[in-house]
């Protein structure tokens, strides 16, 4: 796809990668020329100097014949207006960064007047990442596919897990456990495994199935689903502030540490439900004493990233609480890694990865029939969800007689309201949601999946 970023800062840089890494070819606008010509210097892409907000500055860079624009400036506003003005010369899609938690409660109003594809907020974005975690501490990662009602969760087995040495077809059949193993990652591996597949202690897997139905696996198996009942949050910046009001709307008691004490009255104003303590969050006294040592969640998002990791190591070393530990350089990871934190969250990381899934989507569905698409297993395989159109060779013939190429996992079949978890005796009806997992290539509807 032909690509227009605008704003050359650390999402848009990281953005660029990514992009030029996939294949589409980009062009970056920016005001700045020294800036452009040192952060893109070693990257195959075309460069603009000028205003996003101008109609000629955006035409000249192609604008016309782009299928879409992002918008990354520093400014929420300015980005809205470049989006409005490329939706006025150009028949593009756009999306927006914006920022300002006063556009929270207006992003479907500003989506649909505006006509924007999609907005985005980097911290609220890492916020909900946060929340997931301290709502589901096991979970590496939810995709969520059939309008929300299926989930796919991926997840490790640990130590001594019910687990380890298990079949998978044993799974349903002993258990009646009414999920689908349909991701494992082992090393660097990803496989879509058969029912005589063999779990180990280690391996990455992803589940699929209802939201009830993978609380009662996940008890089956004692590997937990409680959410953390409290949570300490040291930093109360925007991020501080989305994560307290996300735990607070699902029931989850919030303490909140920062050390200023002009934010601490804005906080306790606008959540009155949550603790706000004025102090310095890097004191391992104010800490204990304020029951760190009982927490059962902990969440080190100062603006600092040396204080972050310091943070979370002395909790980790202090409590078994979930510890989630904010850092915005990535430049170190290989040593970040080998100090054996529990959960790092990187907010240009998180908020690229869902632009990058946008894109993604949008790219392969625009010729297709695919309604939604996920990339999993470390980009190994392909998740998508189709609806099964009249005509379709995949209808009314039972699961097992389908002549699927190899690697192709049927994994959940939603009617109307029912969520069906195929065995070989399911057929496929026109209207139905089917979610498949793969990783062959060129499927781009249902029938694809056919030798």
């Known amino acids: 796809m032909k690509i227009i970023v605008i704003g050359c800062g650390k999402i848009g840089l990281s953005l660029v990668k990514q992009l030029t890494q996939e294949g589409h070819i980009v062009t970056v606008i920016d005001k700045n020329s020294t800036r452009l010509k040192t952060a893109l210097s070693n990257l195959d892409v075309m460069s603009y100097t000028g205003d996003g907000t101008s109609s000629v500055t955006l035409r000249e860079a192609g604008i016309g014949d782009a299928d879409l624009m992002v918008a990354v400036m520093d400014s929420d506003e300015m980005n809205l207006l470049c989006c409005v003005i490329a939706?006025?010369?150009?028949?593009?899609?756009?999306?927006?960064?914006?920022?300002?938690?006063?556009?929270?409660?207006?992003?479907?109003?500003?989506?649909?007047?505006?006509?924007?594809?999609?907005?985005?907020?980097?911290?609220?974005?890492?916020?909900?990442?946060?929340?997931?975690?301290?709502?589901?501490?096991?979970?590496?990662?939810?995709?969520?596919?059939?309008?929300?009602?299926?989930?796919?969760?991926?997840?490790?087995?640990?130590?001594?897990?019910?687990?380890?040495?298990?079949?998978?077809?044993?799974?349903?059949?002993?258990?009646?456990?009414?999920?689908?193993?349909?991701?494992?990652?082992?090393?660097?591996?990803?496989?879509?495994?058969?029912?005589?597949?063999?779990?180990?202690?280690?391996?990455?897997?992803?589940?699929?199935?209802?939201?009830?139905?993978?609380?009662?696996?996940?008890?089956?198996?004692?590997?937990?689903?409680?959410?953390?009942?409290?949570?300490?949050?040291?930093?109360?910046?925007?991020?501080?502030?989305?994560?307290?009001?996300?735990?607070?709307?699902?029931?989850?008691?919030?303490k909140i540490v920062e050390a200023d004490r002009d934010r601490c009255e804005f906080l306790a104003d606008v959540i009155p439900e949550a603790d706000i303590i004025n102090g310095d969050g890097t004191d391992r006294n104010l800490l204990m004493e304020e029951g760190l040592g009982n927490a059962s969640g902990f969440a080190a998002l100062t603006s600092i990233d040396e204080e972050n990791i310091l943070l979370s190591l002395f909790a980790i070393d202090h409590v078994r609480a979930k510890t989630v530990t904010k850092v915005n350089r990535i430049n170190y990871d290989e040593v970040i890694d080998r100090l054996n934190l529990d959960t790092i969250i990187n907010p240009n990381k998180v908020s690229n990865d869902l632009l990058i899934q946008f894109i993604r989507s949008m790219d392969y569905t625009k010729d297709s029939d695919i309604e939604n698409y996920r990339k999993i297993g470390d980009d190994e395989a392909e998740a998508m969800e189709f609806i099964v159109k009249d005509g379709s060779h995949v209808v009314d013939i039972p699961l097992m007689q389908l002549k699927k190429k190899k690697d192709v996992l049927i994994c959940c079949i939603t009617r109307d309201k029912k969520i069906i978890i195929p065995g070989g005796q399911d057929l496929i009806k026109v209207g139905d949601r089917v979610v498949i997992v793969h990783t062959t290539s060129d499927i781009n509807n249902i029938d694809d999946i056919l030798e």
């Open 87 to 254: 939706q006025k010369v150009s028949k593009c899609r756009t999306i927006a960064r914006v920022r300002n938690p006063i556009y929270n409660s207006e992003i479907e109003f500003l989506k649909n007047e505006l006509d924007i594809s999609m907005i985005f907020n980097p911290e609220l974005t890492a916020a909900e990442e946060i929340a997931r975690i301290f709502n589901f501490p096991y979970a590496t990662k939810i995709d969520v596919f059939s309008n929300r009602k299926v989930e796919m969760v991926h997840f490790k087995i640990k130590l001594d897990s019910k687990l380890s040495k298990l079949h998978i077809v044993d799974i349903r059949a002993k258990y009646n456990a009414n999920v689908l193993v349909c991701t494992v990652t082992r090393g660097d591996r990803t496989i879509i495994p058969g029912g005589d597949f063999i779990l180990e202690q280690g391996d990455l897997v992803g589940i699929v199935g209802a939201r009830t139905e993978i609380n009662k696996f996940f008890k089956m198996f004692g590997v937990g689903t409680d959410r953390v009942p409290d949570a300490m949050i040291v930093g109360g910046g925007k991020i501080g502030y989305f994560l307290a009001k996300k735990l607070i709307e699902s029931g989850i008691k919030v």
